[in-house]
């Protein structure tokens, strides 16, 4: 059997903490069996919405996937059209979707990598160079983000200078924009999983025909046309605040819970630098949800921790401020 590679968009992405839930046992371990499986199931949704699309099957959307226990890959093969600005960016937003369903949802960290290149995938095969490139991210990352590798923008580079003169792209660089976030010291550009960005932020010649869109697309392309008007009528700054207050409810949650060494036999080193691995990974969202609170100018929205010192072991910790003095609290909103 020859097998010949194609160009594929290749996502590869797994779950924050996977061993440490199963080490935890009973409830807690089939809580987290329960949610992962909903959580995957979920993706599986998303990406047999995508397939059912008859307005995604003009431009090829023709996703495909791979999931074994807590391992997630979403492929879709690269084209060569003028639509090819919309398939990239379509799949990057996707996996934003995902992601943030992820955590929203059942509050279930990813770490991951995007990028592009040759892959070969059937119902039995899977390979190819970028499949190698994408897993070796995953190792590389040590916080939870899913990161875009560089071949990836390059692409999108290219992209914006090939369709610059098309007028239906122009607002092509506005949704490159919103799909990615940058962190001084971080050589992977970032997926920004919460960002929350409307349709009409992307193509604002959209705004104010909303009906006559709906009307067009009705008659040919009905189910398209019904989750599309779900989109057009959605508020941005209102999604944007139920984002922010869902991930600050869930990330204050786990980190009063895993950013402290509480429980824990400090004599025993392996457990306890498992546990600074975990707070440091908490500390990166914690940084992540205050920078993009500053962004969006919801500084409301901010989430305040204490940094506290565990004299057992002379480690850093966090602690939800309660009747601390205002100078013990320490709000974080690192500049991007």
């Given at each position: 059997m020859r097998i010949e590679t194609s160009e594929y968009y290749v996502a590869y992405f797994d779950v924050l903490g996977y061993k440490e839930y199963f080490n935890k046992g009973g409830d807690v371990t089939q809580n987290f069996i329960d949610?992962?499986?909903s959580a995957i199931d979920d993706t599986i949704g998303v990406?047999?919405?995508?397939l059912s699309s008859d307005i995604l099957k003009l431009t090829q959307m023709y996703f495909e996937q791979r999931i074994f226990s807590d391992n997630i890959l979403v492929c879709l093969k690269k084209g060569n059209t003028p639509l090819e600005p919309i398939r990239i960016l379509t799949f990057l937003q996707t996996i934003i979707d995902i992601q943030r369903k992820?955590?929203?949802?059942?509050?279930?960290?990813?770490r991951g990598g995007i990028s592009v290149g040759p892959l070969y995938i059937d119902e039995a095969h899977l390979v190819g160079d970028v499949l190698i490139k994408v897993v070796s991210m995953e190792h590389t990352v040590k916080y939870p983000f899913i990161a875009i590798d560089d071949a990836v923008m390059d692409v999108l580079s290219k992209m914006v200078v090939e369709y610059s003169n098309v007028q239906y792209l122009q607002s092509f660089t506005?949704?490159?924009?919103?799909?990615?976030?940058?962190?001084?010291?971080?050589?992977f550009k970032i997926l920004d999983y919460l960002n929350y960005t409307t349709v009409q932020d992307i193509w604002p010649l959209i705004k104010g025909h909303e009906d006559e869109l709906i009307n067009a697309l009705s008659k040919q392309y009905s189910k398209d046309a019904k989750n599309?008007?779900?989109n057009l009528?959605?508020?941005?700054?209102?999604?944007?605040?139920?984002?922010?207050?869902?991930?600050?409810?869930?990330?204050?949650?786990?980190?009063?819970?895993?950013?402290n060494y509480d429980g824990i036999d400090f004599r025993d080193e392996k457990k306890v630098l498992e546990r600074?691995?975990?707070?440091?990974?908490?500390?990166?969202?914690?940084?992540?949800?205050?920078t993009k609170c500053a962004q969006v100018n919801r500084n409301d929205l901010i989430l305040d921790m204490m940094v506290s010192y565990d004299v057992r072991i002379m480690k850093d910790v966090f602690r939800i401020p309660s009747d601390k003095p205002a100078d013990a609290v320490l709000k974080e909103s690192?500049?991007?």
């Amino acid at each position: 059997m020859r097998i010949e590679t194609s160009e594929y968009y290749v996502a590869y992405f797994d779950v924050l903490g996977y061993k440490e839930y199963f080490n935890k046992g009973g409830d807690v371990t089939q809580n987290f069996i329960d949610d992962l499986c909903s959580a995957i199931d979920d993706t599986i949704g998303v990406v047999n919405d995508m397939l059912s699309s008859d307005i995604l099957k003009l431009t090829q959307m023709y996703f495909e996937q791979r999931i074994f226990s807590d391992n997630i890959l979403v492929c879709l093969k690269k084209g060569n059209t003028p639509l090819e600005p919309i398939r990239i960016l379509t799949f990057l937003q996707t996996i934003i979707d995902i992601q943030r369903k992820f955590v929203l949802d059942y509050g279930i960290l990813l770490r991951g990598g995007i990028s592009v290149g040759p892959l070969y995938i059937d119902e039995a095969h899977l390979v190819g160079d970028v499949l190698i490139k994408v897993v070796s991210m995953e190792h590389t990352v040590k916080y939870p983000f899913i990161a875009i590798d560089d071949a990836v923008m390059d692409v999108l580079s290219k992209m914006v200078v090939e369709y610059s003169n098309v007028q239906y792209l122009q607002s092509f660089t506005t949704w490159i924009g919103s799909v990615f976030i940058r962190f001084e010291g971080i050589a992977f550009k970032i997926l920004d999983y919460l960002n929350y960005t409307t349709v009409q932020d992307i193509w604002p010649l959209i705004k104010g025909h909303e009906d006559e869109l709906i009307n067009a697309l009705s008659k040919q392309y009905s189910k398209d046309a019904k989750n599309i008007e779900n989109n057009l009528y959605q508020n941005n700054e209102e999604m944007q605040y139920k984002v922010l207050s869902r991930h600050r409810e869930i990330i204050r949650k786990q980190m009063a819970e895993f950013c402290n060494y509480d429980g824990i036999d400090f004599r025993d080193e392996k457990k306890v630098l498992e546990r600074e691995k975990i707070i440091m990974k908490y500390k990166w969202v914690w940084v992540y949800h205050n920078t993009k609170c500053a962004q969006v100018n919801r500084n409301d929205l901010i989430l305040d921790m204490m940094v506290s010192y565990d004299v057992r072991i002379m480690k850093d910790v966090f602690r939800i401020p309660s009747d601390k003095p205002a100078d013990a609290v320490l709000k974080e909103s690192p500049s991007m």
